[in-house]
């Protein structure tokens, strides 16, 4: 795997970017000047009507950097192959599984620098990589148990983000079963050893943070969830968690334990402000509760939950219950976080058959401050004084987003827009794309191509 040429997105000469229009969490505002110095905004100041000398301008609508909270890097391999025909969740999983099996440190490095770059390119400035594919196929450990994590954060390095490692329990191939041939890779045995070699990963680091994944119920068996939750919570770390994505494992789960995973993880003390559910889409009235009472995050991932014909997550009723809500975008069908908030708002229409549900405003801080939140970034997702100065730009004058009236630029955004109108994005007050091209990765298409051939059986 090459060193990391990137070292952090921050940059540290102070710098003034004019935003032509600044979406500030209530309402656009026109000509905003924010000053950035060490990578956070040191002051923004509205009534700018013009760039001030020396200023970069950013035309369009800026809104504060996208968050990705649910990302499976690899995944973005499978894009295209498997809509091909028909087949359901447990035949695209198997297709999944045979570009895992072809993954090593240095492919694995080149695939997620350039799907990091392509977010990148799509206004995403942070990212929570649900990373599982640890070890070399067979269960062989590297000589570093951590290379396949450290290749996706120096990707993330180099590609110019921000990412929240979310290191993966995943030990069994269902409720206490042993892994597959496949699953061998992904597993460390126990919880217990799980623990011991994540906490060898570095934390700390400016451009990444560690926190704790487990895979699903069915994967990690129950007397040894409290032991990643446990980890999680001393570490004061994200902890996330697939969960009831399938009908299937919700059936598993109460014919080993007589509960649902929502309850199996309460039970464990899995749930709680610093966890995130991902999916959550066959819950019961009582999961529902349990979630929002704890005040579980849930991260909804509508492109990869309609590709895979999962279902409709509750999404309306949990955030109702208590439960902030994220947007990932986990298989990579698609990359575009507005297309991810368009679609939660649509999906709720299509199954109710009302409207309004969320405002935009609403859904925008679904993709940037909460999604931050959830990953463990509390001080991004706003422009404001003292946070991170991370910006994304959506042209207002593209043939989706032209004509409405700039100060309706929240509702274009994710009504209209799509990653191709992202103009500009800017990690720590560094510009990462500047004119809709990556300032760090100069053919982000090319680099794509090559580095999913690679790994293409």
Known sequence: MPLTTQATPTQTAPTTYWLEHAWLGTHVEPGVAVEVADGRITAVRTGTAAPPPGAVALRGLTLPGLA???????HRALRGTVQVGSGTFWTWREVMYSVADRLTPDTYYALARAVYAEMAMAGITCVGEFHYL???PGGTRYDDPNAMGEALIAAAADAGIRITLLDTAYLSSGFGAAPDRHQLRFSDGTADAWAQRADALEDGRPHARIGAAIHSVRAVPAGQLGTVADWARARRAPLHIHLSEQTAENDACRDAHGRTPTQLLSDHGALGPRTTAVHATHLTDEDIALLGGST?????????ERDLADGIGPAARLQAHGSPLSLGSDSHAVIDLLEEARAMELDERLRTRTRGHWAAAALLRAATADGHAALG???????ETGALADLTTIALDSVRTAGPLPRLGAETAVFAASAADVRHTVVGGRQIVRDGAHTLVPDVPGALAASIAAVRG
Not at 68 to 74: I, T
Not at 296 to 304: A, D, H, I, L, S
Not at 377 to 383: F, L, Q, V
Request: charged fraction near 10%; proline fraction near 4%.
């Open 68 to 74: 990705n909270a649910h990302s499976h890097a690899f």
């Open 134 to 136: 640890h070890h070399a």
């Open 296 to 304: 579980t995050g849930v991260c909804m991932c509508p492109t990869t």
């Open 377 to 383: 970034w509390d001080d991004a997702g706003a422009i």
